[in-house]
Nanobody
Framework: QVQLQESGPGLVKPSQTLSLTCTVS??????????WSWIRQPPGKGLERIGY???????YYSPSLKSRTSISRDTSKNQFTLQLSSVTPEDTAVYYC?????????????????WGQGTQVTVSS
């Protein structure tokens, strides 16, 4: 059974870099055709996909966040990491890591096979 677990600080100051790690157990992040995403949900709003790293190591970032986003992986630890720079209070959200076969996403939570439990990140001084 594949399980995902987010870890990282729950409070980040404005202008700093948010860094979160997702540890995957029960399956490999290099498994063919699987895509490992970071998704967030600000208070009172819907889900927003920040980006993903593919089984191949290729990455995709949401155009609205691309200039501030980096997603990387450590295959030896079966982890992938999000870095979001120059954060503002508008980046306050519950951050999820998730995995699925295929890159497309309709915006539905049901599209993803695997989810972490989510971690609250607040941007505040």
């Amino acid at each position: 059974q594949v399980q995902l677990q987010e870890s990282g600080p729950g409070l980040v100051k404005p202008s700093q870099t948010l860094s979160l790690t997702c540890t995957v157990s029960g399956g490999s992040i290099t498994k063919n055709y699987y895509y490992w995403s970071w998704i967030r949900q600000p208070p009172g709003k819907g889900l927003e996909r920040i980006g993903y790293i593919a089984y191949s190591g290729n990455t995709y970032y949401s155009p609205s966040l691309k200039s501030r986003t980096s997603i990387s992986r450590d295959t030896s630890k079966n982890q992938f990491t999000l870095q979001l720079s120059s954060v503002t209070p508008e980046d306050t959200a519950v951050y999820y890591c998730a995995g699925r076969a295929g890159a497309d996403w309709s915006g539905s939570r049901n599209d993803y096979e695997y989810w972490g439990q989510g971690t609250q990140v607040t941007v505040s001084s």
